[in-house]
């Protein structure tokens, strides 16, 4: 295989290019599966929580990120039902993968768990959880210890392991033979 840099479109909403490309996608939405990346906490943000829980806005008490994200692929459902044969529709709904990470998994499943999947039917949610790997202190890959009981700090490998989760898991296959043919990642918050 050799990389190639994708050729892409600035879309600006109102122009036509944009109502073109627009109308393509919405007859290839029944064919998407979301991705979530949620394997780190919020300690950069100082937040001690998951970033999933999050607050996206203070105007309604407990809307975090998960629950906007979860109402917006119900919405891309209502969206894509049009677009799918009238014998798949009864059945059809567009699945989400959330990778956690040690860090997250606990608390992500209880959120969804405290939340009744904020709507989402359960089974339509996989979770793939990635390892942790000793965290590093600077540039020169020194590694980082805990000061007092000398114990190595982990932190979630990164955003790329999940491609090999998605294949691993065998969540990839199982989309595929759902008719799902492309992938949205979301980078967590």
């Not at 479109?9 to 919405?26: A, H, N, T």
């Not at 606990?106 to 979770?127: A, D, K, M, P």
Request: aromatic content about 12%.
């Amino acid at each position: 295989y050799k990389p190639e840099i994708p050729i892409g479109v600035f879309l600006k909403p109102g122009e036509e290019s944009m109502s073109m490309y627009e109308d393509q996608g919405l007859k290839e939405l029944h064919k998407t599966g979301f991705v979530l990346i949620a394997g780190g906490l919020g300690e950069r943000l100082g937040y001690s929580g998951i970033k999933l829980d999050l607050p996206v806005t203070v105007m309604e008490d407990n809307y975090c990120y998960l629950k906007y994200y979860a109402q917006y692929i119900l919405a891309v459902k209502d969206r894509a039902l049009p677009f799918v044969p009238d014998e798949y529709r009864a059945g059809f709904y567009v699945p989400l993968c959330i990778m956690t990470s040690d860090d997250t998994h606990e608390r992500t499943v209880q959120l969804l768990s405290r939340n009744n999947y904020f709507g989402l039917n359960r089974h339509h949610v996989e979770i793939v959880k990635q390892e942790n790997v000793p965290a590093l202190v600077d540039n020169n890959a020194k590694i980082a210890f805990e000061p007092h009981t000398g114990k190595v700090i982990t932190k979630p490998h990164g955003h790329g392991d999940i491609h090999n989760l998605l294949y691993d898991s065998g969540v990839a296959k199982k989309w595929l033979s759902m008719g799902k043919e492309w992938m949205v990642f979301i980078q967590d918050t």
